[in-house]
């Protein structure tokens, strides 16, 4: 899902839960997630679904609009949402889902899956379904970049372009397309001037690759961009990559996979609940894949705002 849409709604800060039966689900696929990959998969994960719970609904989006109606339409039928797509699909679906006050599940059917993969859901759609079985309820947070919410990951600067190029391209699957997709970009790349406000601080200028605010540690398919980032502890994992060389980026690159990349110079992690940031060239804020807003931006959380079921944390 990469194309630019309407504003989400706009999570409450306290949502009224609904009445929601956790064997009662209804699946909002995206088709065509994945290359495909959500559809091919659909009938195995409808049969492991069918295996425990007392109800399956099966709802193919239209296009992410839609995705709001069904995710409202669940929690009013006291329906679990089951979003199986890419993370565009899952974080439309956790917005509409948290200010239905509805519980929402992740299955992998996308290209980078990230949320599913630091919730340590299994990697094959159809034995996610089956463990679904044995999941929790959790409160998790909810942030939001521009009145849009996100699950993942929300950044710009360097990453606008390699997420706009990731989208574009179509020959690659996974963690591959980004990995092309950042060797790409570096090519005509040079430094950004951020202007930065913390939690209502004085503003900053940073000068650097990217600005990035995580709710969850992964992006990119793999990359452990924030490997501190908690989806439950109230704050935003804020990360800065500072100027620095392309050789030496490019030395850096690895480390992110890993998350050692926070652990250099170059890298600043600060925590926070909202901040605002601006640049001086256009940019548009990616999150969980997709394009949510424009500059200047504000990006927040929202603690506990949304209902999780997920595997129970150990």
């Keep these: ?32 997630a994945g290359h495909g990959r959500a559809g091919k998969v659909l009938p195995a994960v409808e049969a492991a679904l069918r295996g425990w719970a007392t109800e399956v609904e099966v709802s193919p989006t239209r296009d992410i609009a839609h995705a709001d109606e069904l995710a409202a339409a669940a929690a009013a039928a006291g329906q679990v949402a089951v979003a199986l797509g890419g993370d565009g699909l899952v974080g439309r679906v956790a917005g509409a889902t948290a200010a239905a006050g509805g519980v929402l599940a992740v299955l992998p059917g996308g290209r980078g899956n990230d949320f599913a993969r630091g919730l340590g859901i299994d990697r094959d759609p159809a034995a996610a379904a089956t463990a679904l079985a044995t999941a929790v309820e959790r409160r998790v947070d909810l942030p939001e970049a521009g009145g849009t919410p996100f699950i993942g990951i929300a950044s710009l600067g360097f990453d606008s372009e390699v997420n706009a190029l990731a989208n574009r391209t179509r020959w690659l699957r996974g963690q591959s397309v980004y990995t092309y997709a950042v060797l790409r970009s570096m090519v005509s ?70 998350g050692r990349h926070v652990d250099t110079k170059h890298v600043t992690v600060r925590r926070a609940t909202r901040l605002t940031v601006d640049a001086d060239r256009p940019f548009q804020v990616y999150a969980d894949g997709d394009p949510v807003a424009d500059l200047p931006a504000e990006i927040l959380v929202r603690p506990g705002a949304l209902r999780l079921l997920a595997p129970s944390v150990s």
């Design 189 to 258: 790349w040079r430094p950004v001037r951020f202007t930065v406000s913390v939690d209502g601080g004085e503003p900053e200028q940073i000068v650097g690759w990217t600005v990035g605010a995580a709710n969850a540690a992964y992006y990119g398919g793999g990359m452990r961009m924030a490997p501190g980032a908690d989806i439950a502890d109230g704050k935003l994992e804020v990360i800065f990559i500072h100027r620095c060389g392309r050789l030496t980026l490019l030395a850096l690159f690895p480390r992110v996979f890993s």
């Design 1 to 32: 899902m990469t194309e630019t849409a309407d504003p989400a709604p706009a999570v409450p800060a306290a949502p009224e839960d609904a009445p929601v039966q956790l064997d009662r689900l209804r699946v909002i696929v995206n088709p065509s």
